[in-house]
Nanobody
Framework: VQLQAFGGGLVQAGGSLALSCTVS????????MAWFRQAPGSEREFVAA????????EYVDSVKGRFAISRDNARNTVTLQMNSLKPEDTAVYYC??????????????????WGKGTLVTVSS
């Protein structure tokens, strides 16, 4: 199973970016999908996750109301729309897939497959 994330870049505070992650080699429609991020000097933290059907979504409190996760099972793609970006959102963003559970989780260890990450830099 391979995950490839793209869409990162440099944006000013208050701006928007959309990250996408494409999954190949597996049964995407059966995976819970998530985004994590890791800022310099910090541990990797949960950002958002979405269930198989897209009905259930979870977010870390710091991005609620600003970020939205969605998925397109026909295109094996999960997207993280990020609005009202803040300098503290600066991090490498990773997409991840949970191939064995049916419930959304915020726990990093639950995710089996990871992409290489894409850098998001928000300038003040």
């Amino acid at each position: 199973v391979q995950l490839q994330a793209f869409g990162g870049g440099l944006v000013q505070a208050g701006g928007s970016l959309a990250l996408s992650c494409t999954v190949s080699g597996g049964a995407f429609k059966d995976y819970v999908m998530a985004w994590f991020r890791q800022a310099p000097g910090s541990e990797r933290e949960f950002v958002a996750a979405i269930s198989w059907t897209g009905v259930q979504a979870e977010y870390v409190d710091s991005v609620k109301g600003r970020f939205a996760i969605s998925r397109d099972n026909a295109r094996n793609t999960v997207t993280l729309q990020m609005n009202s970006l803040k300098p503290e959102d600066t991090a490498v963003y990773y997409c991840a897939a949970d191939g064995y559970s049916s419930h959304v989780s915020k726990t990093r260890q639950r995710y089996d497959y990871w992409g290489k990450g894409t850098l998001v830099t928000v300038s003040s």
